[in-house]
């Protein structure tokens, strides 16, 4: 394989994702369980001189345990669920009515109908660390699974990162041959307009049974089966072959060419068509709300480009021209048999796919910060609705930036090695800074970037500059108040990650 190619692979492999609003406190504790509690950012907690931890959360820190929907899940040296994300598991916004989420959830679901197809809106969030990545085949040491990038209630059980988390249960019910899955999902990322570490996915599959398909001639049985998929009119770019023997392989043990070719052939036109739905839908909003540079009649384009998830072969992302730029929709493949051969339906073959909703539905509607999906405001809650055609979000004000840099040292990785407890070079992970952002600041932050960074050419000590933007959606910060927000974030550094501020 080449370089560039195992790179992409593995930067595709990593999960990516995102950070919330949440008070901001300090509290100490001394209990050993509640201390390991602490520890939710990727480092150990500061002693403080007293002997006690400052903790970010005193409802969490107040027992051993997390309570999530009636559930007690022991704390342990793993947990990094802060407080500000429990708060947000009861808001599932792709069940709200006329929530943006809710009708681009909708808009997909219906692509997908009953019988063939069951829908699950209401799966738990938390889940198995087996759920997560084991049953899909996710690398031991794959980075998804280490605690910069995932939420652990403790050391077995995670907030999903992913509607695939549920894949293998599903199959394991069997109650269709079909299936979606809409829920909300988890992970600790970057601050900035397109990421939040609380979103919402949608998963399908399509399976056929080899037990149920006369003569076991699935090929055929899924051929037939694509005659009812509806046709469509995009112009579809499609230049590599079905499978690839290195960059994406047949199943050989498990499937025959021709039945990898079928089950390619009904995911992609069934995925086509999601796409047609609902981008017709959004070219006509845009179209209505008097965008120009739309060309009417200029079919919509697509693109499948080889991918790689570790439970399905061969993989597929799609691609869709929008708006003179080919933007990512969608992953999908043939699923790897070893899935539903663990999840006792070894004579189960099919596609998955998996779809980001809060991405689409700013694409949809024009939405231009994802923060405003968790807004309560009525000015942009009313802008939607089941019962009209789709139009544009009209932003109702762009308050003014306030930008602030913080700078400092970080440890370095000889200084720290006795001491162990802090973040130095070596163990430092940004997300770990865009959590105490979300912490500090909540949604008054848009985004956070590294502006500056540069090592000490006599010590060897590292030195990072990230610039925040302070910026409400809803309303002018006040001078004071960012200032305020920028003076205990730069506290928080200092006293979580034992940073040096310059
Ligand atoms: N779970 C993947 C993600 O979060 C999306 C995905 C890709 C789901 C491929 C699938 C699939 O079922 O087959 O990025």
């Known amino acids: 394989m080449g370089s560039l190619t195992a790179a992409r692979i593995a930067v595709r492999a990593q999960l990516k994702w995102t950070g919330t609003k949440r008070p901001w406190f300090t509290y100490r504790c001394s209990s050993p369980l509640t201390a390991a509690y602490c520890r939710f950012l990727s480092t150990e907690p500061q002693r403080t001189t007293d002997g006690g931890v400052p903790c970010q959360d005193p409802n969490l820190a107040r027992d051993s345990y997390l309570h999530i929907n009636n559930t007690k899940y022991p704390i342990d040296s793993w947990t990094n669920v ?8 009861p808001r599932r916004l792709h069940l709200e009515p006329s929530h943006p989420v809710s009708l681009t959830r909708q808009l ?14 209401t799966l738990p969030p938390v889940v198995t660390v087996a759920q997560n990545f084991d049953s899909l085949g996710f690398s031991p040491d794959h980075p998804g699974r280490s605690r910069t990038d995932t939420y652990y209630v403790n050391k077995d059980t995670v907030l999903r990162t992913h509607t695939s988390a549920h894949e293998a249960d599903i199959f394991r019910k069997d109650e269709s041959d079909g299936y979606t899955i809409s829920a909300d999902v988890y992970r600790r990322d970057a601050v900035d307009r397109s990421h939040y570490p609380v979103f919402h996915q949608m998963e399908g599959a399509r399976m056929w049974s080899r037990r149920r398909v006369l003569g076991n001639d699935i090929a055929m049985a899924v051929w037939r089966d694509l005659e009812q998929v509806p046709r469509h009119g995009l112009k579809v770019e499609d230049a590599n072959p079905t499978v690839h023997p290195v960059r994406n392989p047949l199943q050989a043990a498990y499937h025959s060419i021709e039945e990898a070719e079928a089950i390619a052939a009904h995911l992609k036109r069934s995925l086509e068509g999601v796409v047609t ?8 909003a845009a179209i209505a709300a008097g965008n120009t540079q739309i ?6 384009k697509v693109r499948w480009i080889e991918a790689y998830f570790p439970w399905t072969s061969p ?16 992953g999908c493949g043939v699923v ?7 999840a006792g339906v070894p004579d189960k073959v099919g596609w998955a796919f998996g779809i980001g909703l809060e991405r689409v539905a700013m694409l949809l509607y024009g939405i231009p910060d994802i923060r405003l999906f968790w807004s309560q405001d009525t000015r942009f809650l009313s802008q939607f609705s089941s019962s009209r055609p789709m139009r544009r979000f009209v932003p109702f004000s762009k308050y003014p930036a306030c930008y602030k840099d913080v700078s400092f040292w970080l440890r370095s990785s000889s200084t720290s090695a006795g001491g162990g407890s802090r973040i130095n070079a070596q163990n430092f992970h940004e997300n770990d800074i865009m959590e105490i952002v979300r912490d500090v600041a909540g949604d008054s932050v848009e985004d956070v970037k590294l502006v500056d960074e540069f090592s000490h050419p006599i010590t060897g000590r590292k030195s990072l500059c990230y610039r ?7 309303r002018t910060l006040r001078n004071e108040e960012a200032n305020d927000l920028h003076e205990r974030l730069k506290a928080h550094l200092v006293d979580r990650l034992g940073v040096e501020l310059r």
Request: hydrophobic share 40%; no cysteine.
């Open 82 to 89: 802060p407080s500000s994300i429990l708060a947000a598991l």
């Open 468 to 474: 925040v933007n302070y910026r409400s959606l809803e």
């Open 108 to 121: 997909i679901e219906s692509q997908f109908p009953p019988p063939i197809y069951t829908h699950y809106n």
């Open 336 to 342: 790897k048999q070893e899935l539903p051969i663990s």
């Open 315 to 330: 993989s597929w992302e799609l691609e869709v021209l929008w708006q003179g730029d080919w933007l990512e929709i969608l």
């Open 277 to 284: 739905t609902l981008f017709s839908r959004a070219r006509e």
């Open 295 to 300: 060309d009417v009649e200029e079919p919509l």
